[in-house]
């Protein structure tokens, strides 16, 4: 299956530091890459939809100036989470979709973001 | 607004019981549907997926799931589960033409030896 590659995988910042996630399709071209939201014990909540060479779309309670999403290429995704606290600390995964496969995503290791 | 719910959040078994695990989605309309599964410390990856034909889907591992549509289900099931099948499932469903998945809130499974 198609790889994608999320880096870093842990990162411990202070609060009010600025954090970026990349997320990489390794070996395919991803027009359409997904962040998504994991609280312990939860589910992934969608956090943004993010789509190659234009202004990602954010789900609703998302705060986009908070969580800035760049994907300036059809394999690199970038969520930067600014002025961060440590109620922002949780587990982010990123996901792409294939063009050839509708609906099917294929994910990332996730990114474990602590904030002191 | 289309949510997901899986009934079961904690399941544990002994090795060669029989595993259901349920789905079930909100929405009237066409919807493709997906399992995918997170073992220990690896990536999720897709277990099956519906998108339409035979209601009964077969995926990898000896998993299957069968989509009913006037119940909204989509459960999972394995006739004789492995330790090795411990991991979490989620649930996923993509429905109305819609750009996303939305997950349930996923069934932790711990199979004994």
């Known amino acids: 299956g198609a790889v994608v590659s999320q880096h870093p995988s842990r990162v411990i910042c202070k609060s009010g530091t600025s954090v970026k996630i990349e997320c990489r399709s390794l070996?395919?071209?991803?027009?359409?890459m997904f962040w998504y939201r994991q609280f312990p014990k939860q589910s992934l909540m969608l956090m943004a939809t993010?789509?190659?060479?234009?202004?990602?779309?954010?789900e609703q309670g998302v705060e986009k100036d908070k969580f800035l999403i760049n994907h300036a290429s059809l394999t690199l995704s970038t969520l930067t989470v600014t002025s961060a606290h440590p109620e922002d600390s949780s587990f982010y995964i990123c996901?792409?979709?294939?063009?050839?496969?509708?609906?099917?995503?294929?994910f990332g290791e996730g990114s474990r973001l602590t904030v002191l | 607004a289309q949510s997901v719910s899986q009934h079961n959040h904690h399941v544990i078994l002994s090795e060669a019981a029989s595993l259901e695990l349920g789905c079930n989605y909100s929405?009237?309309?066409?919807?493709?549907l997906f399992w995918y599964v997170q073992y220990p410390g690896q990536h999720l990856q897709l277990l099956l997926k519906?998108?339409?034909?035979?209601?009964l889907v077969k995926g990898i591992k000896g998993f299957e799931a069968e989509f009913i549509k006037s119940k909204f289900s989509f459960n999972l099931r394995k006739p004789s589960v492995q330790w090795s099948d411990t991991a979490e499932y989620f649930c996923?469903?993509?429905?109305?033409?819609?750009?996303?998945?939305?997950f349930g809130a996923g069934t932790r499974l711990a199979v004994h030896p």
């Open positions: 519906y998108f339409s034909g035979d209601p």
């Open positions: 996923a469903v993509n429905a109305g033409g819609y750009n996303k998945l939305i």
């Open positions: 929405y009237g309309g066409t919807v493709n």
């Open positions: 070996d395919f071209q991803a027009t359409t």
């Open positions: 993010s789509n190659e060479g234009s202004k990602a779309t954010y």
């Open positions: 996901s792409a979709r294939t063009q050839r496969e509708v609906g099917e995503l294929f």
